[in-house]
């Protein structure tokens, strides 16, 4: 599986726009990269997925490059919910290869 | 709502014991994942079984089994408590599509 690495923690300001990387340098042909968020607590909760270019839904966007080696999510205008621990995966498209979550990255967002 | 049910909520025993952790995917999903979570660590994936049968294996201890029910419900069993064994619990089910539905998980503390 291809190992991905995001910063340990941002912090942003409501109303702001965050934008969170994730590198994959080893990403394979067929792997897709899928974003979730979870809060303390919780289960984590799909957000978005894709394999290139751009991806949006209605709660955030998803750039991939053309090289695919990174990607990066984009959140609108975050509110103090927002605050959440995002994980970046990378994997084949069905579920059970993307089970590594990593340690994700901590969002703070500050009013 | 994810439709992943898990129960206990929480479950409090001592070191030694033996616990099952019980969880019922969403319907039509046949997929069911574990994953532990320690005080503020990542999610480490346990197992992975696919209607009935074990799909995939992570970093579990040989203390814990886990299987998969005709009616695809699963039940985690952790034996042998230890101290360090304190954790949340998330069970997950997929679609196939790639995406994990997480249950609001068990919170075990081993005394």
Known sequence: ?111 | DSGVTQTPKHLITATGQRVTLRCSPRSGDLSVYWYQQSLDQGLQFLIQYYNGEERAKGNILERFSAQQFPDLHSELNLSSLELGDSALYFCASSTNRGEQFFGPGTRLTVL
């Open chain 1, 1 to 111: 599986l291809a190992k991905t690495t995001q910063p340990i923690s941002m912090d942003s300001y409501e109303g702001q726009e965050v934008n969170i990387t994730c590198s994959h340098n080893n990403i394979a042909t067929n792997d897709y990269i899928t974003w979730y968020q979870q809060f303390p607590s919780q289960g984590p909760r799909f957000i978005i997925q894709g394999y290139k270019t751009k991806v949006t839904n209605e709660v955030a966007s998803l750039f991939i490059p053309a090289d695919r080696k990174s990607s990066t999510l984009s959140l609108p205008r975050v509110s103090l919910s927002d605050t959440a621990v995002y994980y970046c995966l990378v994997g084949p498209y069905n579920a059970g290869n993307m089970l590594t979550f990593g340690g994700g990255t901590r969002l703070m967002v500050k009013p």
